[in-house]
């Protein structure tokens, strides 16, 4: 079994780390005034080259980018020269015709399905089919839209929020296939997305992450 590894991180001085970072199995995004001193750390946790971009001139990648290996969905406010910029590195990409901005919020993807939230608008939804190549399921995770804050997933396991029912998670391991649990990070947050970014060669956590929250996404995720 490859090795996983989980890194705990700050990022301008914040442990709300998925809010500025966004990855794939390929690439890494992070803000261009991001340290360089995490450079290091991305590459030798999730085996990924480096993408220093902005959205709409805004470091706050994480929320604003949809993504799997397959493609890259961006909100209506990117702007032409950073989508330009998005294409050049070989992915589908898309813009979301949605009056939502935080669209990575609203989708949860691996590269076989997403889970779309019920708020994104129905003609959105072959976008995100045909840019990430996959099949889009429309639902909640506990009774909540923003199925992307609330969950993160790899090729190995899928980690919910703990206001998931048992209900909840048969159906997240059924859309996706893999094993799922429930979890937390940055003692206790379960807005998994701020505090988590993964993919299938380790994670990067917020780094006020505790022991026992440690554990249990290496058990999950690894």
Known sequence: MPTFDVTPLKIFGSSTIGVFIATNNLVTFIPPDAPEKIDDVIRT????????FTVAKSPLLGIFLALNDNGILLPPLAMEEEVKLFKTLGFNVAILDTRYTAISNLILASNKTALVSPLLET???????????????????????????????????????????????????????????VGTANKGKSFLRGGIVVNDKGALVGDETAGPELMKINQVLG
């Open 123 to 181: 003609a959105n939804r072959k976008t995100v089919a045909d840019t990430l190549g996959v099949e889009v399921i429309v639902d909640t995770i506990a009774n909540n839209p923003l199925v992307g804050s609330l969950a993160v997933l790899n090729n190995r396991g899928l980690l919910a929020t703990p206001e998931a029912t048992d209900e909840d998670l048969k159906k997240l391991a059924q859309y996706f296939n893999i094993k799922v649990d």
């Open 45 to 52: 946790t999730l085996g990924t080259t480096i993408a220093r």
